[in-house]
């Protein structure tokens, strides 16, 4: 088969799953039929051709007969007529397969599949395999039926040669798993329903359990090896800032989440650590505070966002805080610009002049030398995968010099990766497994939960006149549109008549207008009037998607809010919410919705638990939509688990993978030799978990 069609090796084929099966082991009469079957076959011949109606009312009848009864066959595609006509003869005898329907009070089978009676032996069929095909594939001539060709003639060439066994027999014991072989031929071709079920549970815990083995596998490994630098005490700035720069007192959640970074600090082992934190649960104080530790253990800290307008603001927040301390704090982003300017930021960098750097990717580049970087933040991106944070360790002071690239070489600096977007537990396994967790689940004190509201684009009436209660009492509103790469042009116009349109309804107020095609420079000096308070209402795209905190918001006015996804309108509305003052976030969207978005809207009006959002936004888009799960580490592609459905058979392949690594510490037990070697099979075409820069 040609690669296009993704399937170029028998392996392939192997693994290119049927996604249903249809029983084909039952015989039906014709009179036994009823409309609510929902497939049936039947063996018969036909007796005559028909053809009926005119224009697009054109169908082809074929009376059918068993001896027991007469049904029709029917047709609707005119063009295939003749080419039925000649492929049917009637007289010859034919397995006829179709959902029966009642038309006219007759029942008949619409494009029946049909094959000769002789070709097919329907005992041997039992459930027959209907696999997915792409458009591609069916231009190529490939359908369902033709893939069932190459698997059945697979299978019959593999009679007899032995498929090498991946899991170590006690676990298969332990598990009543069926073996591997077995399992790859019954998803294709089961005796029983039950034997499918056990073939695809075998091959769902396979999935997920080399999954957590490579993942725990690499954890355990770098936690034997790598050494961390030891942050050994708090020292003046730490205590100062507690003392007399923090305006007010920490929660308890805050001060759980430091302590557990302060004992990672200090053990010699380098720090990896997942802190997640619903919207607005501060963690940005707590990525201050930590920096500070680092500080006062005489090392450099970095702190990055994921774009500009955040880095800004954090450099804004950050001097802020820090105001009166002996620190030096810098911004580099891609928007700081002027050689002069740069170079001052790189060398102040290399002196260790500068102690706190704030930027964007920016800080990757290669010419971004510290002189002891000692801790690195990444906010709001959770999608930072293993290999990427591995390129931070080489900005790690032993660094220099050394080209080997294996741990030893290496003192790291300490990762804290922060994230609002709440990570089901099951997914934060396989994608992260190798990250320690922390949670903020604590809200400061004197936030009131957010209200949330939907509205029709149709009333836009009592919508403004909402917004301009809220405004009349001081606070300002944020007006959000989507913004998608395929209909750029059309999103830009939407925000920009909608701009229009508020100018109009609210003469007398200023309205700021942020996108992303606008220059930095013009972003940021628009978005600093809101910032400050001069303009009232902010139209924007995502980009003030993440991070942005301006606590005298309290109206979140989401357009179209049909097109973003939940984790999306959940971010969103952590925009709002941040004073004290009570907050609304409106939901406005058109007037035909679908079932599935109907449910998401009133899923965000229901709750603002941002796991039971998660969880939710698993459930309907299923871990592969969510963006850039190739890069975060999901390190081998799943076939047919699902972390969403199946997070209990994820917990348990964890569990066996910890059990493993355990008993077999050093890799070399005989009977987990095929394992070892099936691990590095599929690690290589994957991520190598072995290579770390
Ligand atoms: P996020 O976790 O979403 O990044 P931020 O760090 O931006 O949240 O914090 C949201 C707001 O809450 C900020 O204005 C911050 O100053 C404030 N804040 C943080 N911690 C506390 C606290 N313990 N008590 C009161 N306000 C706090
Ligand atoms: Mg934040």
Known sequence: MESEL??????????????????????????????DMPFVQIKGEILSFEEEGVGRKRRL?????????????????????????????????????????LFNGRINIAHPDIDPADELQLGAMGLQPYYNTTEKMKR??????????????????????VMPETLPQSIIDRLLLVPLAQSLHDLHYPATADALRRATYRQK????????LGILRYARQRQQQVFGHVFSHVGNLFNTFYQHNLPFSLTEAQKRVIREMRHDMGSGKQMNRLLQGDVGSGKTLVALMTMLIALDNDYQACLM?????????????????????????????????????????????SSGDIQILIGTHAVLEDNVAFH???????????????AQRARLWKKGPQAQGAQTGTFADITPPHVLVMTATPIPRTLAMTLYGDLDVSIIDELPPGRKPIETRHFWQERSESLYRGMRAEIAKGRQVYVVYPLIQESEKMDLQDL??????????????????????????????????????ETQILVATTVIEVGVNVPNASVMVIMNAERFGLAQLHQLRGRVGRGAEQSY???????????????????????????????????????????????????????????????????????????????????????????WRHLKELARDNVDWSNIS
């Open 6 to 35: 993704g399937i170029t090796t028998f392996r392939g084929l192997l693994y290119y799953f049927p996604y249903k099966h249809i029983d084909r082991s039952r015989l039906y009469h014709i009179h036994e039929l009823t409309a």
């Open 61 to 101: 009848i074929a009376h059918f007969t068993d001896g027991h009864g007469v049904t029709d066959l029917v047709w609707f595609q005119a063009t295939t007529f003749k080419w039925i006509k000649r492929s049917y003869p009637a007289g010859k005898q034919f397995i006829v397969f179709g959902r029966p329907t």
């Open 140 to 161: 190529g001539g490939l359908n369902s039926r033709s893939i069932e060709r190459f698997t059945r003639t697979l299978f019959e060439r593999l009679q007899g040669e």
């Open 205 to 212: 815990f396979e999935e997920l359990f080399f999954i957590q």
């Open 305 to 349: 966002a994921p774009t500009e307008i955040l880095a800004e603001q954090h450099y804004a927040t950050f001097c802020e805080f820090l105001n009166g301390l002996p620190v030096k704090v810098a911004l580099l982003t891609g928007a700081v610009k002027g050689k002069k300017k740069r170079t001052a930021i790189l060398d102040g960098l």
């Open 372 to 386: 002891r970087l000692g801790l690195v933040v990444i906010d709001e991106q959770h999608r930072f995968g293993v």
């Open 496 to 533: 920009e008549n909608g701009y229009q349109e508020l100018c109009h309804v609210f003469p007398d107020l200023t309205i700021s207008k942020v996108h992303g095609k606008m220059k930095s420079a013009e972003k940021d000096a628009e978005m600093e009037r809101f910032v400050s308070g």
């Open 585 to 675: 976030c409106i939901l406005v969207t058109k007037y035909n919705l679908s079932q599935e978005t109907k449910q998401r809207i009133q899923i965000m009006c229901d709750t603002t638990d941002g796991f039971e959002i998660a969880e939710a936004d698993l459930r309907f888009r299923g871990p592969g939509d969510l963006e850039g799960t190739q890069q975060s580490g999901m390190a081998f592609d799943l076939h047919i688990a699902n972390v969403a459905r199946d997070g209990q058979l994820v917990q348990l392949a964890r569990d066996i993978a910890n059990e493993i690594l355990d008993n077999d510490p050093g890799q070399n037990l005989p009977e987990n030799a095929q394992m």
